[in-house]
């Protein structure tokens, strides 16, 4: 599975962005996505996960109510929706896939994306 991210840029906060998980090489439609964000000098950040079913989704507390994760199988894409941005959620952004059941670590993921920078403005 080869993940391309896309979507990030500079926002005012409170503002909104949408980022964009395309898959291509296998269907997204059964795999665990999440997605992680990362600031120099610290570790990736867990931010939200859909199960591959689309029956369970995870967020961090810091998001939650705000950011909004989806899943697209005719695209083959899975979404971020991001609303209320707060300059704390200046980060870069990936998003991840699972074959099987995970989480909110990281090393649980076996395919990751480049990744996109978000930056939220005060």
């Known amino acids: 599975v080869q993940l391309q991210a896309s979507g990030g840029g500079l926002v005012q906060a409170g503002g909104s962005l949408r980022l964009s998980c395309a898959a291509s090489g296998r269907t997204l439609r059964t795999y665990t996505m999440g997605w992680f964000r990362q600031t120099p000098g610290k570790e990736r950040e867990f931010v939200t996960a859909?199960?591959?079913?689309?029956?369970?989704?995870y967020y961090a507390d810091s998001v939650k109510g705000r950011f909004t994760i989806s899943r697209d199988n005719a695209e083959n894409t899975v979404v971020l929706q991001m609303n209320s941005l707060k300059p704390e959620d200046t980060a870069v952004y990936y998003c991840?896939?699972?074959?099987?059941?995970?989480?909110?670590?990281?090393?649980?993921?076996?395919?990751w994306g480049q990744g996109t920078l978000v930056t939220v403005s005060s």
């Open positions: 991840a896939a699972a074959r099987g059941l995970a989480g909110r670590v990281f090393e649980e993921y076996e395919y």
């Open positions: 859909l199960s591959g079913s689309g029956g369970s989704t």
